[in-house]
């Protein structure tokens, strides 16, 4: 017997193998690339230039939101530093899909932004409707109450949920709430108990009210009063200033202003604090430092509750502030704010499902078990029986922020943020009940 090595056994091998090799014919030799051997007697064949293509391990998942916009005839705020830009709410939307997609990315998740603007109601209403049946489930509105619940109901029944971030009314919270219809911005009533609480806490507890002659004023200073009554503050006397808004811009207007406005104020009962109820920012910044008495503003001029500011710092919110600013060559307002609230709940709840069916994004959205980071210092959750977000409220003057609500010595038996707005035992809301 014969031994050979490793290195001569690998050398016979290959002999072998060449010999082999030699004696096939050469169709079979260098078939094609299929790999099945050609017949001895077979043309050989040109080389397939099939491309093999390689299936996807997993589809991108797209994600469509529908911003539905109201055009509003409203008369210009009185300060030109609060025109209201073209995109409010638009460029908050933006910023939010960029964020959405940001973590999407890595989910094989995709978000997509339509808008959808109208000043007819119920075109636009018909519009929404179209968009959901072809299948878009997540709704962001800024309209009007009355708008907002009507579209509620041309929706009702169908896989979709609108998340209001236009409307501060408490009616939608209350007996004209939606079971399809949640809230990132705040309440009036939860912006009025924010105040409150301030001054309750500053021991301010006799408040002189001044409001605006429009529904929507009345209804703010409506959340005034009952923020009073809740926290045992008096409204020593409430007057309504009437103001003609088409002069108030001319030469000298602000000469009549200033002889108007401590005459309006004159003679008030005694009082810590004038609290003015404009929404429509039309006459409160005449206010401060022209009343009769030397004393603070408050409510929609000097000191105000916002869910958010342009100056805010807290909480990671200067690159926050820093991103928006980038994006859209402007700073954030509040309806920008609440508008990335909603665009980021839909996001937030498709990378926690890594789903983007309607129905099981609205099923989380709706559970204890979802929270959204929103730059305040805490999660954020909806209220079971309301549908409104929780979150803290901003105090602001026109360029700072002054402090945060709920204050520290207002507690409750399970959140704190539940000391702003309407609580469970408050609540007439019934929509949500089971």
Same mark, same amino acid.
Request: aromatic fraction near 8%.
């Given at each position: 017997?014969?031994?050979?090595?490793?290195?001569?056994?690998?050398?016979?091998?290959?002999?072998?193998?060449?010999?082999?090799? $030699?004696?096939?014919?050469?169709?079979?030799?260098?078939?094609?690339?299929?790999?099945?051997?050609?017949?001895?007697?077979?043309?050989?064949?040109? @080389?397939?230039?099939? @491309?093999?293509?390689?299936?996807?391990?997993?589809?991108?998942?797209?994600?469509?939101?529908?911003?539905?916009?109201?055009?509003?005839?409203?008369? =210009?705020?009185?300060?030109?530093?609060?025109?209201?830009?073209?995109?409010?709410?638009?460029?908050?939307?933006?910023? &939010?899909?960029?964020?959405?997609?940001?973590?999407?990315?890595?989910?094989?998740?995709?978000?997509?932004?339509?808008?959808?603007?109208?000043?007819?109601?119920?075109?636009?209403? &018909?519009?929404?409707?179209?968009?959901?049946?072809?299948?878009?489930?997540?709704?962001?509105?800024?309209?009007?109450?009355?708008?907002?619940?009507?579209?509620?109901? #041309?929706?009702?029944?169908?896989?979709?949920?609108?998340?209001?971030?236009?409307?501060?009314?408490?009616? *939608?919270?209350?007996?004209? $709430?939606?079971?399809?219809?949640?809230?990132?911005? %705040?309440?009036?009533?939860?912006?009025?108990?924010?105040?409150?609480?301030?001054?309750?806490?500053?021991?301010?507890?006799?408040?002189? *009210?001044?409001?605006?002659?429009?529904?929507?004023?009345?209804?703010? #200073?409506?959340?005034?009063?009952?923020?009073?009554?809740?926290?045992?503050?008096?409204?020593?006397?409430?007057?309504?200033?009437?103001?003609?808004?088409?002069?108030?811009?001319?030469?000298?207007?602000?000469?009549?202003?200033?002889?108007?406005?401590?005459?309006?104020?004159?003679?008030? %009962?005694?009082?810590?604090?004038?609290?003015?109820?404009?929404?429509?920012?039309?006459?409160?910044?005449?206010? =401060?430092?022209?009343?009769?008495?030397?004393? %603070?503003?408050?409510?929609?001029?000097?000191?105000?509750?916002?869910?958010?500011?342009?100056?805010?710092?807290?909480?990671?919110?200067?690159?926050?502030?820093?991103?928006?600013?980038?994006?859209?060559? !402007?700073?954030? !307002?509040?309806?920008?704010?609440?508008?990335?609230?909603?665009?980021?709940?839909?996001?937030? &709840?498709?990378?926690?499902?890594?789903?983007?069916?309607?129905?099981?994004?609205?099923?989380?959205?709706?559970?204890?078990?979802?929270?959204? #980071?929103?730059? @305040?210092?805490? @999660?954020?959750?909806?209220?079971?029986?309301?549908?409104?977000?929780?979150?803290?409220?901003? *105090?602001?003057?026109?360029?700072?922020?002054?402090?945060?609500?709920?204050? %520290?010595?207002?507690?409750?038996?399970?959140?704190?943020?539940?000391?702003?707005?309407?609580?469970?035992?408050?609540?007439? $809301?019934?929509?949500?009940?089971?």
């Amino acid at each position: 017997m014969i031994r050979v090595g490793k290195s001569e056994g690998g050398l016979i091998a290959a002999i072998v193998l060449s010999l082999v090799i $030699c004696t096939l014919p050469v169709t079979a030799a260098f078939a094609g690339d299929s790999g099945v051997q050609a017949p001895p007697d077979a043309t050989p064949k040109a @080389k397939s230039k099939t @491309k093999v293509v390689k299936k996807p391990t997993h589809d991108v998942q797209e994600i469509p939101i529908l911003l539905v916009r109201q055009k509003r005839d409203l008369l =210009p705020p009185l300060s030109l530093l609060h025109q209201r830009p073209a995109d409010d709410g638009l460029g908050g939307a933006k910023l &939010a899909i960029s964020d959405n997609n940001t973590t999407g990315h890595f989910l094989k998740q995709k978000f997509t932004l339509e808008e959808l603007k109208n000043n007819k109601p119920d075109a636009l209403i &018909a519009d929404t409707v179209a968009r959901v049946d072809a299948g878009v489930g997540m709704v962001v509105a800024d309209l009007d109450a009355d708008v907002l619940v009507k579209l509620a109901d #041309a929706l009702k029944g169908k896989k979709a949920i609108i998340l209001n971030a236009g409307s501060h009314d408490d009616d *939608l919270r209350n007996g004209d $709430c939606r079971a399809n219809i949640l809230h990132t911005a %705040p309440s009036r009533a939860m912006l009025a108990d924010a105040l409150g609480q301030y001054l309750t806490w500053k021991r301010w507890s006799k408040w002189f *009210l001044v409001t605006g002659s429009t529904k929507r004023d009345t209804l703010w #200073a409506n959340a005034i009063k009952r923020t009073a009554k809740r926290f045992r503050q008096k409204i020593v006397e409430e007057r309504i200033f009437e103001y003609n808004p088409g002069s108030r811009r001319s030469d000298g207007g602000y000469e009549q202003i200033q002889k108007q406005i401590p005459k309006f104020t004159q003679k008030a %009962p005694r009082h810590d604090v004038v609290v003015v109820a404009d929404e429509g920012q039309l006459f409160g910044d005449y206010f =401060p430092y022209r009343t009769w008495d030397a004393r %603070p503003v408050v409510g929609s001029a000097g000191l105000s509750p916002a869910s958010w500011h342009a100056a805010v710092e807290l909480w990671g919110g200067t690159q926050f502030q820093n991103r928006f600013k980038r994006m859209n060559k !402007r700073n954030m !307002r509040e309806l920008d704010y609440d508008v990335w609230m909603a665009v980021r709940t839909v996001g937030e &709840a498709a990378s926690r499902t890594r789903s983007n069916a309607p129905e099981k994004l609205i099923s989380y959205i709706r559970s204890k078990d979802f929270e959204l #980071a929103a730059f @305040k210092g805490q @999660k954020l959750t909806f209220r079971d029986w309301n549908g409104q977000l929780r979150q803290p409220v901003i *105090l602001v003057t026109p360029n700072l922020h002054v402090t945060v609500s709920p204050q %520290p010595e207002f507690l409750h038996q399970f959140s704190e943020l539940d000391t702003l707005g309407f609580d469970k035992p408050e609540s007439t $809301c019934k929509a949500y009940q089971p």
